[in-house]
């Protein structure tokens, strides 16, 4: 089993929600966060004064899935996430050892679906 972390735009997220389950994902778990990668924030001005947003609204979703799915998932969120501008984010994956279903105690892949 994988891990799947993506960092996206925030606007992305609808179309990245729709695409993973068009190939099947039916859960994950959605955290607004702020970061910077290259992109190294932006300038903004306020009531005429200059400021520095140095950390940028992003979205991290996180999805665990069979290592079988493990590239379908990630072409889904790149195809979905994509704008081809700086700043479209990351994806980090991850083995992950186990997975527990807390209501049944049903572990390893059959506590994913």
């Known amino acids: 089993m994988k891990k799947i972390e993506a960092i996206i735009k925030p606007f992305k997220l609808e179309e990245v929600k729709e695409a993973l389950a068009s190939v099947g994902i039916q859960g994950m778990t959605i955290t607004e966060v702020k970061g910077f990668g290259r ?3 932006h ?3 306020y009531r005429g004064a200059e400021y520095v947003v140095e950390f ?12 079988d799915r493990v590239q379908e998932v990630i072409q889904a969120i790149v195809k979905a996430a994509g ?3 700086i700043g479209d984010g990351k994806i980090f994956v991850s083995p992950v050892e186990d997975v ?3 209501r049944t105690g049903e572990s390893g892949e059959v506590a994913l679906g």
């Open 39 to 41: 992109q190294k924030g």
């Open 43 to 45: 300038k903004e001005l």
């Open 56 to 67: 940028l609204p992003k979205v991290k979703l996180e999805v665990v899935v069979s290592s």
């Open 83 to 85: 704008t081809g501008r």
């Open 100 to 102: 527990i279903r807390i």
